[in-house]
């Protein structure tokens, strides 16, 4: 499932994800970034506390995103990876490659937006 937030108007949006992100669903997360970062003035916040496993193909779902955020000088930060989606990421140096915060409200504090600002 995902959830969409904007915040100060449409200068970030928050996707929050819940369940797998894996082969399963993985053109639903990359449809879901892309309109996502397409819409976003200036960045995407993909919330992924909810999420207790990130396979092989979610991550490049991801990449995905990245690649589309970064083609349209945009950013896409990820936020709450959980211990499996950390050493996921260590293990690949996707953590070299996306900026990750501990929690969303830090990630929105990045971008001077306050959590509670939610439209």
Same mark, same amino acid.
């Given at each position: 499932? !995902? ?9 970030? !949006?928050?996707? !929050?994800? #819940?369940?797998?992100?894996?082969? &399963? ?5 990359? /449809?879901?970034?892309?309109? /996502? +970062? =397409?819409? $976003?003035?200036?960045? +995407? ?8 496993? !990130?396979? *092989?193909?979610? @991550? *490049? &779902? @991801? %990449?995905?995103g990245l690649r589309v955020a970064r083609e349209q000088q945009k950013? @896409? %930060?990820? $936020?709450?990876?959980?211990?499996? =989606? ?6 690949t140096m996707m953590d070299k490659v996306f900026r990750v915060f501990?929690? =969303? =409200?830090? &990630?929105?504090? #990045?971008?001077? +937006?306050?959590?509670? #600002? /939610? +439209?």
């Open positions: 499932m !995902i959830e969409q937030k904007t915040f100060n108007g449409n200068t970030v !949006i928050e996707l !929050i994800f #819940s369940g797998r992100v894996d082969v &399963a669903n993985r053109e639903e997360v990359r /449809a879901a970034l892309h309109q /996502a +970062v =397409a819409d $976003a003035e200036q960045a +995407v916040l993909v919330n992924l506390t909810q999420v207790p496993l !990130i396979d *092989s193909s979610g @991550l *490049s &779902a @991801l %990449v995905s950013k @896409l %930060v990820l $936020a709450g990876l959980n211990k499996q =989606a950390q050493m996921v990421f260590s293990l501990p929690s =969303a =409200a830090e &990630a929105l504090a #990045s971008f001077g +937006v306050k959590p509670d #600002s /939610a +439209v």
